[in-house]
């Protein structure tokens, strides 16, 4: 079973910067297809980025695309977003979300969230205008 455990959210102004992290239960950081959604209040999750553990980023959505990026800490069981120029529509929660796969071809179809088992807790973000 993957545990992850979302950190890094806040309150901040429109143009500033946050950097989420994902700390991944270390038995299980390998093989893993990794992605970031956020779900604003009444709406449903949205898909922001996604990653192959191990593998470059694969998938940003167009409306953060230049302005976030995904990295890794492989030392450290760790998956960040770094979020820049954010915007007041970035607000929301945001989740890890994990899906265990020994090949990577999975991780580079088109994937929805709910294409994902293991879900962090979420950390908020929101941004002011």
């Not at 209040?41 to 230049?66: F, Q, T």
């Not at 977003?81 to 090949?103: F, I, R, T, V």
């Amino acid at each position: 079973q993957v545990h992850m455990v979302e950190s890094g959210g806040g309150s901040v102004q429109a143009g500033d910067s946050l950097t989420l992290s994902c700390v991944v239960s270390e038995s299980t950081y390998v093989g893993l297809c990794m992605a970031w959604v956020r779900q604003a209040p009444g709406s449903d999750r949205e898909g922001v980025a996604r990653i192959y553990i191990g593998h470059s980023p694969i998938y940003y959505a167009d409306s953060v695309k230049g302005r976030f990026t995904v990295s890794q800490d492989n030392a450290k069981n760790t998956l960040y977003l770094q979020m820049n120029k954010l915007k007041p529509e970035d607000s929301g929660m945001y989740y890890c979300g994990a899906k265990p796969k020994w090949k990577s071809e999975w991780c580079y179809g088109d994937k929805a969230p709910r294409d994902f088992d293991t879900w962090g807790q979420g950390t908020q973000v929101t941004v002011s205008s």
